[in-house]
């Protein structure tokens, strides 16, 4: 194109001459006409570069134009930018650069309302990809300035907006411009969160208390908000309490020992015994939570952040209540809420307690635990034995249903009476025996057995054994029963007062080696003790543990049932025999032979010594 306007612009230069042949006058043209100022007037800029040249004056008013209307597409750039249309899959940006971006529309999943017109931060990734394409993101936008507005809602301390996505452990995860951000559960707010799904998809107010750069970790608050406004609310109704002044509240917190009451800022406890006047094992049983209730101040610290209040002071005293024609004597019904050891509590009214002590429970003697009686919930019958209205006190009892048995105490058990009772109690001096409920005895350990030696009851019988007994004393006034349980048989001591007899003899042997001899069983009431001197047997030696040998009974004891043997006794009583009967034939052989006097005498000395267990020299007649 060039080329041919430079031949055309020769062509129309051009001088006649003299060859050229003659024809009609043509055309004159301004540069023909006027070659000089053709030339200079001649445009040789557009002539050489093919475009007009601009002046320094046009090119600034241009690059201002382009300054104010155009961004310089810089690469990892946060600008703004404007949704001019959204198509199924991405939202076209216009930054007013040369053109437009093209984003996902996943990356406005967060804002589902995006539409044509609306401001949105976009980043520029790169100026032009390998087709010309300005590339864009939104998200890398979201969270360099998502940074950066959350560092300074920190410094600030400005409130933001953040939306509740899901639940974690601990709490919840909240999305702050598009930064996820941990929400504490004790954060969420100033009472006990007992359902968290209920945040869950929710945009709300909070406060950035803490930042971990390191870790990118943002930490929110919205209790920190509503503490705020409740601080207020709290010194303003800390200023008038008083005592005795009725509020209304709501129940924030259960516990075993009470229940927490909101009171518009200001936390009150009622404890368990002000919240009825009947007893009760759990505060559940009479508040559940977020109820709304009164309550009355009972007391509270001086800087009042410790308040106590009641429940059941809104209502009449039950006591207060309780009938005038309710006497002692009368005969009341009531459910059982409280055991213990010593007896139980019977709720006769709502509010009215009795106790039932553990004695006046049954006719008997012997105390047992209340829990052997009744149980809790059980409905009893019982009367009333006092009744205090002032100091609100009542005694119950229940075996006073019935008759006292010891009434007819002789009729039913005379002395010299048998009898079958129950093992109930031991002592160290005998056993409690029951014969009925009510009746109780005592059967001394001496009473026990009439030939065993006991230490201790429990080594004859246990608890629970069934005895027969005898009455040995009945003492109706003080309400006492002496019972014996070996008078049941006879005295097998009489029998063998004759067959042990002193000087019989009995074949055994040695049960055991004890201190200062042994012990000789002869039958399974008779335990002979033989002193150690009394082992000695014939040939000098003492009798072992399991020999078997004679035994002379030398002493016998019926009273305190004491029995002793000897073995030594046994030879030497045959030796005194022995040398009886020598000394016999001795003096019948004198006799026949008429000896002398002097060898008589001999005879007998002889005789002796050998009885001492001497030795004599042969003695020559004179």
């Not at 409280?338 to 709502?350: K, L, Q, R």
């Not at 005694?395 to 009772?421: C, E, F, M, N, R």
């Amino acid at each position: 194109m060039a080329e041919k306007a430079k031949q055309a612009e020769v062509e129309a230069v051009e001088v006649p001459t003299e060859d050229t042949p003659k024809t009609e006058a043509p055309v004159v043209s301004e540069a023909q006409a006027n070659p000089e100022k053709f030339l200079k007037d001649f445009n040789w800029h557009n002539y050489q570069e093919g475009i007009d040249e601009v002046d320094d004056k046009q090119l600034k008013e241009f690059e201002k134009l382009v300054a104010e209307n155009f961004v310089d597409t810089l690469d990892d750039e946060v600008v703004e930018g404007t949704v001019i249309h959204i198509t199924d899959r991405d939202a076209i940006i216009d930054i007013n650069a040369k053109s437009e971006g093209v984003i996902s529309l996943n990356e406005f999943r967060y804002n589902p309302n995006l539409k044509v017109g609306d401001k949105v931060e976009v980043l520029i990734d790169v100026r032009e990809d390998a087709t010309g394409q300005l590339v864009l993101s939104h998200r890398k936008a979201r969270v360099i300035k998502a940074w950066d507005r959350v560092n300074k809602a920190h410094e600030t301390g400005e409130i933001v907006n953040g939306f509740v996505k899901c639940r974690t452990k601990g709490g919840m995860i909240v999305d702050v411009f598009g930064i996820e951000a941990f929400l504490p559960g004790s954060q969420i707010d100033v009472k006990p969160i007992r359902d968290y799904d209920q945040y869950v998809n929710k945009t709300m107010e909070f406060k950035v208390v803490k930042i971990n750069h390191e870790f990118k970790n943002v930490v929110v608050s919205h209790k920190a908000l509503i503490e705020a406004d409740i601080e207020e609310q709290k010194k303003e109704i800390i200023g008038q309490l008083e005592k005795g002044q009725v509020l209304e509240g709501v129940v924030k917190n259960i516990t075993s020992y009470g229940v927490f009451i909101d009171l518009g800022g200001v936390d009150g406890l009622i404890h368990i015994t002000d919240l009825s006047w009947s007893r009760i094992n759990h505060p559940n049983e009479i508040v559940e939570l977020d109820q709304k209730l009164n309550v009355v101040i009972l007391d509270f610290d001086e800087d009042k952040s410790r308040i106590q209040l009641g429940l059941k002071q809104l209502s009449k005293h039950p006591w207060e209540a309780l009938a005038d024609t309710v006497q002692v004597g009368d005969k009341v019904k009531g459910k059982v809420v409280v055991i213990a050891d010593y007896g139980a509590f019977i709720e006769v009214a709502d509010g009215v307690e009795g106790l039932i002590h553990v004695s006046e429970m049954s006719w008997s003697t012997h105390l047992r635990s209340a829990q052997d009686f009744v149980s809790v919930g059980d409905e009893v019958e019982a009367v009333i034995l006092t009744l205090d209205r002032e100091e609100r006190k009542m005694s119950l009892g229940i075996k006073q249903l019935t008759a006292d048995p010891w009434t007819d105490i002789t009729g039913k058990y005379p002395v010299g009476s048998k009898h079958v009772g129950i093992v109930r109690n031991f002592t160290n001096f005998g056993v409690f025996v029951e014969l009925e409920e009510g009746i109780d005895g005592l059967i001394y350990i001496s009473d026990l057995s009439w030939t065993k030696k006991i230490k201790h009851p429990s080594e004859f019988c246990a608890v629970g054994d069934k005895l027969d007994v005898v009455v040995l004393e009945l003492d109706v006034e003080g309400r006492k029963l002496s019972l014996g349980h070996k008078q049941t048989t006879e005295n097998p001591w009489d029998k063998y007062e004759t067959e042990f007899a002193l000087d019989t003899v009995h074949k055994a042997e040695i049960s055991e080696i004890v201190d200062k001899g042994a012990t000789v069983e002869f039958n399974e009431d008779i335990v002979a003790f033989v002193p150690t001197r009394h082992l000695e047997k014939e040939d000098g030696k003492k009798l072992k543990k399991g020999e078997e040998a004679e035994f002379k009974i030398i002493e016998f004891n019926k009273e305190f049932k004491r029995v002793v043997a000897s073995h030594t006794a046994i030879f030497k009583a045959e030796e005194a025999a022995n040398v009886k009967a020598a000394v016999k034939k001795a003096a019948a052989t004198a006799a026949e032979a008429k000896p002398t006097l002097g060898d008589a005498n001999d005879q007998l000395q002889a005789l002796k010594d050998k009885m001492d267990g001497k030795t004599t020299k042969s003695k020559t007649k004179k």
